[in-house]
C-alpha cells in the first residue's frame, strides 16, 4: 500500500485550485497524489465570476465585461460595474493552465483510476480503487456527482440551477460585445421555479446563449432546445445563426448542508464542502477563497483544517429558496428590486458574502417584509 501527504480525489475544478494552491505554497514538496477517473482534457465548462482586481487566472481569462444588463417587467437597465469585471474562463483553458503549472512545479503524482470509496476506521484514511490502496494524512474530497435520487429532508429547499447553452455565430452584428446579459426575466416564468436568459457576448457576432432555471426538477432535453430557441429568436431576435459548441450544467442550490465524513482526514472541498452559493448557484470563485484557506490551514498546523463559511449568509439563502420555491414571491421582483434599488457594488459584497451588517439591512429593507418574515419563520422551526 502506497502512502501520502495529501490525496485529492476528484480533479475538477475543486481538486485543481486545491493542488494549484498548493503547488505555491511552502507546502508543494509534500509527497501528493491526484486521482480521477477521468482525464481533464476537453471544454467542457464554462466558469464565470465578477471581481474587484485581478484573478489568479487572469492569463486565460476568454472574456470580460464591465457592463451587464438586466431585463425584467419593471426594472431594464444597462449597468456599468466599476471597478468590478465580470469575467469567464473556459474549462479547457482552466484544464491546461493548472495542470501545466503543477507539472512544471511540482512532484506531485497523477492516477487515473475509479475511486470507489474510502476507509475511515483507521487512524489515517486509506483511498480505494479497484485494484489499489492508497493511505494519506489527508483526503481531500471532491467526487460529488449529480444524481436526482437521494434522501431528502422535509422543510430544506433542494433546488438546482440547471442550464443548457449554445456557442452561436451570425453573419450580423447582433451583440454589444462590451456588454453581458445578467438576468434576463423576458422568458416565460413558471410558479416556483427562476427562469431567465443569460447572454455572454465574445464578439459583435458569436456568443454564449443560455436558458437557465433554478427549480427542484431537471427538463428533458427537448424541453431545453424548445425554451434556448424561443429566448433566442422569439424575445433576442436572433434568427439566423449557426452553433458551433453548447454546454450544459446542474448545480445544487440546497440549504441542507451536504453529509461530511466522520473522519477528521476527509475534508470534503468544491460542491460537498457547500462552495456552490445556495441562492445563486456560483461556484467558481468560492472554490479558489475555500482552497487558499485550506492551505492556509495546513501551514499553520491547524488541527481543524475545514473552512466555513459565515453562518448569517446560509440563512440568507435559505430564506432566499422558500420564498421562491414556496412561490411567496416572484423571483423577478426579488431580483428585480435588488437591481433597482442598489448600487451594483453593494449587491456584489452581499452575493460574496463581504456586505457589512448596514448593507444587509438595506438589501433587506428593499424587499416586501412578510413574504420573507414568514420564510424565515418556517425556517427555524424546521431546526
Known amino acids: 500500500m502506497e502512502t501520502y501527504d495529501y490525496i485529492i480525489a476528484g480533479t475538477g475544478a475543486a481538486g485543481l485550485s486545491l493542488a494549484f494552491y498548493l503547488a505555491q505554497s511552502p507546502l ?17 465548462r464554462t466558469w464565470c465570476f465578477w471581481q474587484n482586481g485581478i484573478s489568479d487566472f487572469e492569463d ?3 472574456k470580460s465585461w464591465e457592463n451587464i444588463s438586466f431585463y425584467s417587467s419593471n426594472f431594464t437597465e444597462k449597468i456599468n460595474i466599476k471597478p468590478y469585471h465580470y469575467k ?51 483526503i481531500f474530497d471532491g ?23 449554445w456557442f452561436i455565430e451570425s453573419k450580423q452584428l447582433i451583440f454589444d460585445a462590451e456588454t453581458m446579459h445578467y438576468m434576463d426575466f423576458r422568458v416565460p416564468q413558471k410558479a416556483g421555479e427562476v427562469r431567465f436568459g443569460y447572454v455572454l457576448p465574445f464578439s459583435p457576432n458569436k456568443g454564449l446563449v443560455e436558458f437557465t432555471i433554478f427549480s427542484d426538477n431537471i427538463l ?27 454546454e450544459f450544467g446542474i448545480i445544487p442550490m440546497f440549504d441542507e448542508p451536504f453529509p461530511q465524513s466522520k473522519h ?18 456560483f461556484t467558481f470563485d468560492r472554490i479558489q477563497r475555500h482552497s ?29 429558496l422558500n420564498v421562491i420555491h414556496k412561490n ?28 457589512s451588517i448596514l448593507e444587509d439591512i438595506q438589501i433587506m429593507n428593499s424587499m416586501p417584509w412578510m413574504p420573507f418574515i414568514k420564510a424565515i419563520g418556517q425556517n427555524i422551526l424546521r431546526k
Open 28 to 44: 508543494k514538496d509534500k509527497k501528493v497524489l491526484l486521482i480521477d477517473k477521468h482525464i481533464k482534457n476537453q471544454n467542457d
Open 60 to 62: 486565460i481569462i476568454y
Open 88 to 138: 469567464m474562463i473556459r474549462g479547457i483553458d482552466f484544464y491546461n493552465f493548472v495542470q501545466d503549472f503543477i507539472r512544471k512545479n511540482t512532484s506531485f503524482k497523477w492516477l487515473q483510476a475509479d475511486i470507489q470509496h474510502f476507509d475511515s476506521t483507521q487512524k489515517f484514511p486509506i483511498l480505494h480503487t479497484n485494484d489499489q490502496k492508497f493511505q494519506t494524512e489527508y
Open 143 to 165: 467526487t460529488w456527482n449529480f444524481s436526482e435520487n437521494f434522501q431528502k429532508k422535509q422543510d430544506y429547499h433542494y433546488l438546482y440551477q440547471h442550464f443548457k447553452g
Open 220 to 246: 428533458s432535453k427537448g424541453q431545453y432546445i424548445q425554451e434556448l430557441q424561443h429566448y433566442l429568436e422569439n424575445i433576442l431576435q436572433i434568427s439566423d445563426y449557426s452553433i458551433y459548441d453548447e
Open 264 to 281: 477528521p482526514n476527509i475534508i470534503s472541498i468544491g460542491t460537498k464542502a457547500g462552495c456552490a452559493k445556495a441562492s445563486t448557484g
Open 292 to 320: 487558499k484557506q485550506i492551505v492556509e490551514n495546513l501551514i499553520k498546523g491547524k488541527k481543524d483544517i475545514q473552512p466555513t463559511f459565515a453562518k448569517k449568509y446560509s440563512l440568507y439563502d435559505s430564506a432566499l
Open 328 to 355: 411567496r414571491l416572484s423571483s423577478e421582483e426579488v431580483f428585480g428590486r435588488m437591481f433597482q434599488k442598489h448600487p451594483v457594488h453593494r449587491i456584489f459584497r452581499f452575493l460574496d458574502e463581504e456586505s
